[in-house]
Every structure is written in structure tokens, then in C-alpha cells.
């Protein structure tokens, strides 16, 4: 057990090296052991945490590209040292030689535990939060604007495509390779068979937890001041936005009064990790209520139609994660590459143009797609931009629209019904036959998607989707630290360090869990262990004499119960009209009483009772949470 109460980065990169070194001593001895903590101690004093946030993860990810098929590793290039005669770097280099050729090629047979221990310490703070700078925000910034520039080069090349299209009569497939026109009229069939029965106009509106353009809090986005004419087009106000035609009738002298603007998104840049921010459009509160309605009704087809429902994923990333596992294993016919491939997209969401939409989807769904979506964003800088793509990132169509014109341009190119029914397609993340990959990505990109061929794994044996990595069949998918440690007590670091120290402990990295444990209990006092069963955040390992002391017996639960700290996110209490609570309760109510959530006011078996449906004047607070100490 250590004994240091603080926490920083060396002392965390130090203790994972011993536990490296408990576990594989054979090959990481006690002198390997010495000199790599100097090394990295040396290096943090010259170069600071960018040698953790930036340099390790850009070894880290050389490493991938070569076993995934890519180019040679080369130490110099990557700012290490090489061993003599030798493209390997010395740090970790017992590591890599078991790993790695001489040459920086891959080996016939690869240490796959070698490879797990050196992408835990490459990828141990790649996305640590650590703030970013001005200069990220403005290539953020700068990155969204120039690929509206590439929408809109693109968009004649997509009309003609459509023109074409429309003017040709259909033809039967004869070939196992099908030209553009040919994959975008197999995939506008896939497509009309989904959508065949869909009727957009059969949907709940909602709003979402979100902040909007418009800037309303959530008790405020129940009372309407502007809907857009091009919404209520196809989505009538009174059927849509109010509760009833009563509530339109005491609502009327307001109704006079509402506007039909059609208000542009906002563009807000949100904290990611230390490689720069996030950038989120904040959809206006109109677009927004009928985006999250639309939205629903698309992933529920999805996910129910037997067309799609093998292929595409909205909720379980399951089925992708496998498909990665099983594309690490070699293929007895090819043992240096695996069945499935894994692709990767650059600015996905950005990339799916208004005329790509038109392009592939029936123009009976498209109305109201295109209803719905907003024409313009404002940038932080106050500039106003017209969009070329159909919705970006914060659009709750962004995510299933993405997917299905994904699934249906590699659907409709693929040369059998088995490749058909081996992609697997959860939002970017991308599964096909390792056979079909090359042409795959050829198609996504004919229609303006853009591949990250250095994170695309196609050959060799490693493969990554939806947060699995995976390599000859063993999950080397490493521990990634992303909340900054503060002495000061914080919610959010409280959980998240929580949860890295079981991680730790699950990977038998007992050395830096216990580090973390002891600097959370100096920090916080005791914390609940997992063996006593509490409802609460809890560790695998308390260090010893630390458990919570001070319980008492619930006799209405039966049961012994302790004072510990929870994270509790605050309530809001905000009363609105009664005609604003029905429209709330409409449209967030769960459809069946099997749909409550476990512990929530109504329980699953209880049944609504008009009393209970009025109450609805609580909301809360997503944005904050706080340490509460309770019984559990």
C-alpha cells in the first residue's frame, strides 16, 4: 500500500510502471523500471504535459497504424530515441521488441499483452480535460467553415448525379461493381422500402435537455413566442405545439402575437480534452421540439423494420464492439489480417450535404426533414453562415440520418447479400468485411464522406470501434483518464476517480488503484467498498481502517444503513400555467407504464392518475451536480 495523499501526474505515471513492472518483471526489470521513470520525469520537466497529452499518444497511435497494416514505426520521427540498429525507441523498448521488427514492421507473432501494456501508458492522459487555447478554438472554428466550402463545391456533382438519375430509366444490377449512379439508385430503393410505411407526421414533439439558440430554460420552452412558417408548413401549430384546441383558444390573444421567423442555430464550442474543443449547434426551441419528435420516430423504424434492424444501432454499441473483437482474430486463409475491418470517418456529421439527403432519401420524407432543419448558424464571432450541411452535431437528426445514409450507400454497393448483412453501422463507426473495405471507403467518399485512413484499420490485426480495441482477439482497450484530480472536493472528480481506480483494479494495476484510493480518502474521508452493496459510488479496494463508520438500522428496509457522500444533480422547483403542464406532460410521459424508470416518482406498476400527471413542476439541473450525504 503507498503511502502519498497527493495525487499528480508523475506519481500516477510511476505507479502504473510498477505495476507494470509486478506484472511483467520478466521483461520490464527493476533497472527498465528506474531508468523509464527518470526518462519520463525528464521529460516532463523539458516539455511538461504535453509530453503525456500529446507526445505518448502520438507513439501510441504509430504503434496502431502498423499493426493495423499501416507504415513502419519509426523512433525519430516520433521524438524518441531509437535502440542501436534499431527504428525502435528505447522507451519501452523491452516492450516493442516484442512487438515490433528491427525495422518498425510488425512481427510474424505479435506479444498481444505487450501491445496492451504499452497503449495503457501511450494512452493514460490522451484525453485528460486540461484547457485548451485560443488558437485551438479558432481551428475549430476554422475546420466548420471550410467544410462548408467542400459541401458546397460538391453540390453541383450531386444535382447532376440526381438529374442523371431521374432522367434515366431504371436498370437491373449486372455487375458485382456498380458506378455511382448504379450505387445511388440501389441505395434510394433501400431507402423508400424503409421509409415505406413511415409517417412523419406520427410523432410526440419533445424538447430536449439542451441548451437552445433561443436561449429559453426548460420551464420556458412550453410557451411559444416564434415557430417557424416552414415548420408549421407541414407540422400545423395547433396540432403539434399545443396541447389541445382549448389551450389554443386561451392562448389566442398570444397566438396573435407569435412570430414566424425562421431563426438561425448557434454555434457554441464546448470543453472536450486537451487536444481542443467540441463544437455543438444549438438548434432554435421550435426546430428543437420537433427534431427530438422526428428524431425518436426514425430510430424506432430503425430499429424495429427487419431491413435495418441488424445493421443499424442507435442505444447498443454492443454488436459494433463485438464486430471489432472478432475482426482482431486472424483468418485461417489470411493470418495476417482479420474477416471485418473497422472504418473510421472524419467530421461525419459535417459531411452529410442537404444535397446528399435530396439525393438518397424520398422526396415524401424529405419535406419534412428539410421542415425541420435549420438553414443557417450563427458563429461565436456573430457572422451568420448559410449550411450546406443537412444538420450538424446538436441536431437530433444528425445522428440517425448520418447512419442510415451511411448504411444505405454501403448497402446498396456491396456484391452480395452476405456483405450486406455483415455491416454493422453505429452512428461513424463503421464495421465491413475486410474484402469489401477498400471499395467501401471509395463509395463514402465518391459521395462526399471523408475517411481517416490512418484510424481505418483494414489489414493486420487490430481493430477499434465504439470504444473497443481490440488486438488478435484480447481487449487492449487502455484506461483513459479525462477528469483533471483537485484536491478540492468536487462531484465530478469524486466519481470519476472512483470509477479510474476500479478500472485499475480490474486490470490488475493494484499499485496506482491504491494510489488513487488513498489521495480520494485524504480527500473526501471514507468511501464504501463494493462488497457492502450500497447504492452509491464505491470502491473495489478502501485502504484499510477508511470505511464509513457511522450507520444506523433501517427498520422499514430491514437493513443496516451508512452515512456516505452521493452525487445528487439539484431540483429545480419552477411552477408554469396548468395548459403548459398538460403540453409538458404529453409530450415527456412515458407511452406505457412499463416505460418508468426504476425509483422515479411513478414506479412501473402504478398507473397515471389525472392528479399525478399535473405534476410536473420540477425539472433538473443537468448542467451541475453536488456531494450530498446520505444514508444508503
Known amino acids: 500500500m503507498v503511502s502519498n495523499k497527493s495525487l499528480d501526474v508523475s506519481k ?7 505495476d507494470v513492472h509486478n506484472v511483467h518483471g520478466l521483461v520490464f526489470n527493476t533497472r527498465n523500471l528506474r531508468l523509464t521513470i527518470e526518462k519520463v520525469n525528464r521529460r516532463l520537466r523539458s516539455e511538461g504535459m504535453g509530453f ?6 502520438r507513439l501510441g497511435k504509430a504503434l496502431d497504424r502498423v499493426l493495423a497494416g499501416g507504415s513502419n514505426l519509426s523512433a525519430s520521427e516520433l521524438g524518441f530515441s531509437a535502440l542501436p540498429d534499431s527504428e525502435l525507441p528505447r522507451f519501452l523498448g523491452e516492450f516493442f521488441k516484442l512487438v515490433l521488427r528491427p525495422d518498425g514492421a510488425a512481427l510474424l507473432h505479435p506479444c498481444a499483452q505487450c501491445v496492451k501494456v504499452i497503449r495503457q501508458i501511450c494512452y493514460l492522459f490522451y484525453k485528460y480535460e486540461l484547457p485548451y487555447t485560443d488558437e485551438q478554438e479558432q481551428q475549430v472554428l476554422q475546420r466548420f467553415e471550410r467544410t462548408e466550402q467542400d459541401l458546397s463545391s460538391s453540390r453541383e456533382h450531386l444535382h447532376n ?24 439508385r440501389e441505395a434510394r430503393i433501400l431507402l ?14 419533445r424538447h430536449g435537455p439542451g441548451a437552445v439558440a433561443t436561449k429559453q430554460q426548460l420551464w420556458e420552452k412550453y410557451q411559444w413566442t416564434n415557430v417557424s412558417g416552414r415548420i408549421t408548413s407541414v407540422y400545423p401549430l395547433d396540432a403539434y405545439f399545443y396541447a389541445s384546441l382549448g389551450h389554443v383558444c386561451d392562448r389566442y390573444q398570444e397566438l396573435s402575437a407569435l412570430t414566424d421567423k425562421s431563426l438561425p442555430a448557434k454555434v457554441i464550442l464546448v470543453p472536450k480534452d ?6 455543438i449547434s444549438c438548434e432554435p426551441v421550435d426546430y428543437q421540439w420537433i427534431q427530438q419528435g422526428l428524431g425518436r420516430a426514425i430510430v424506432e423504424l430503425v430499429e424495429k423494420n427487419p431491413l435495418s434492424r441488424y445493421n443499424i444501432f ?26 471485418y475491418s473497422t472504418l473510421d470517418l472524419n467530421e461525419a456529421s459535417d459531411r452529410v450535404s442537404l444535397s446528399l439527403v435530396r439525393l438518397l432519401f424520398p422526396p415524401h420524407i424529405c419535406v419534412y426533414l428539410e421542415a425541420c432543419r435549420s438553414l443557417s448558424t450563427e458563429l461565436p464571432d456573430g457572422r451568420v453562415i448559410m449550411l450546406e450541411k443537412f444538420a450538424p452535431m446538436g441536431s437530433s437528426l444528425c445522428f440517425p440520418i448520418l447512419a442510415l445514409t451511411i448504411w444505405a450507400i454501403l448497402t446498396a454497393a456491396a456484391p452480395n447479400v452476405d456483405t450486406q448483412r455483415s455491416i454493422l453501422v453505429y452512428g461513424d463507426d463503421v464495421i465491413v468485411p475486410t474484402a469489401y473495405a477498400e471499395n467501401a471507403m471509395e463509395q ?8 481517416n485512413r490512418d484510424k481505418s484499420c483494414i489489414s493486420g490485426l487490430f481493430r477499434e470501434s465504439c470504444g473497443m480495441d481490440a488486438f488478435q482477439g484480447i481487449d487492449v ?23 479510474y481506480a476500479n478500472s485499475f483494479y480490474d486490470r490488475q494495476y493494484y499499485h496506482l488503484g491504491d494510489l488513487i484510493s488513498e489521495a480520494l480518502v485524504h480527500t473526501y474521508g471514507p468511501i464504501p467498498s463494493k462488497d457492502m452493496s450500497l447504492d452509491c459510488p464505491s470502491l473495489w479496494r478502501v485502504p484499510h481502517g477508511t470505511l464509513p463508520l457511522r450507520r444506523r438500522w433501517n427498520r422499514n428496509l430491514q437493513k443496516c444503513e451508512y452515512l456516505v457522500y452521493d452525487v445528487k444533480a439539484p431540483i429545480i422547483n419552477k411552477e408554469i400555467d396548468g395548459w403548459s403542464m398538460l403540453l409538458r406532460f404529453f409530450s415527456s410521459a412515458p407511452k406505457t407504464p412499463e416505460e418508468f424508470p426504476v425509483g422515479s416518482v411513478h414506479h412501473a406498476s402504478q398507473e397515471l392518475s389525472p392528479v399525478s400527471a399535473l405534476r410536473v413542476g420540477q425539472y433538473t439541473s443537468r448542467r451541475t451536480s453536488m456531494l450530498v450525504r446520505r444514508w444508503r
Do not use: C
Not at 197 to 203: A, S, T, V, W
Open 477 to 499: 482497450t487502455p484506461v483513459r483518464l479525462r477528469t483533471v484530480w483537485s484536491s478540492t472536493p468536487s462531484p465530478d472528480v469524486y466519481t470519476s476517480w472512483i470509477a
Open 192 to 205: 423508400s422500402r424503409l421509409f415505406a410505411y413511415f409517417d412523419p407526421q406520427n410523432i410526440i414533439p
Open 161 to 184: 448525379l440526381q438529374n442523371t438519375l431521374e432522367s434515366r430509366p431504371s436498370s437491373v444490377r449486372r455487375h458485382k461493381t456498380l458506378d455511382q449512379l448504379e450505387v445511388t
Open 444 to 451: 463514402l467518399e465518391s459521395f462526399g464522406l471523408k475517411i
Open 314 to 339: 442507435f442505444t447498443d454499441q454492443g454488436p459494433n464492439r463485438r464486430g471489432a473483437m472478432l475482426g482482431s482474430l486472424a483468418e485461417p486463409v489470411l493470418p495476417t489480417t482479420g474477416r
Open 52 to 57: 503525456l497529452t500529446k507526445t505518448l499518444p
Open 12 to 18: 500516477i505515471i510511476a505507479a502504473l510502471l510498477h
Open 274 to 279: 486537451s487536444r481542443g474543443p467540441r463544437l
